[in-house]
């Protein structure tokens, strides 16, 4: 087993999925003890999912425009004159 092995079982445990075969609990743990690059791995994908889920839940995701303003702006744009370019002096 290598770190690619264990990080991907990091992610199944992190998601809730089975770990994959040939990897436990117990084997994944001790991995994390003597490797510390996955142990940030580890920290760096909790990390992400929590701010994932934060963003999901809070008023950070954008909520589509109300169609009406949309309406009222299109309209407006397109009553307007379009702008000529200027000449240059000669």
Same mark, same amino acid.
């Not at 920290?43 to 425009?65: F, S, Y």
């Given at each position: 087993?290598?770190?690619?092995?264990?990080?991907?079982?990091?992610?199944?445990?992190?998601?809730?999925?089975?770990?994959?075969?040939?990897?436990? /609990? =117990?084997?994944?743990?001790? +991995?994390?003890? !003597?490797? @510390?690059?996955?142990?940030?791995?580890? %920290?760096?994908? #909790?990390? &992400?999912?929590?701010?994932?889920? /934060? =963003?999901?839940?809070?008023? +950070?995701?954008? !909520?589509? @425009?109300?169609?009406?303003?949309?309406? %009222?702006?299109? #309209?407006? &744009?397109?009553?307007?004159?379009? /702008?000529?370019?200027?000449?240059?002096?000669?």
């Amino acid at each position: 087993m290598n770190c690619s092995d264990y990080r991907t079982a990091l992610s199944c445990r992190l998601d809730g999925e089975p770990l994959p075969e040939g990897i436990d /609990e =117990r084997s994944l743990e001790e +991995h994390l003890a !003597q490797c @510390p690059r996955c142990r940030e791995w580890e %920290r760096r994908a #909790k990390r &992400l999912r929590e701010e994932t889920q /934060e =963003r999901a839940a809070g008023d +950070h995701i954008p !909520q589509a @425009p109300d169609p009406e303003v949309v309406r %009222r702006i299109l #309209k407006a &744009l397109q009553s307007e004159e379009p /702008e000529q370019p200027e000449q240059p002096e000669q």
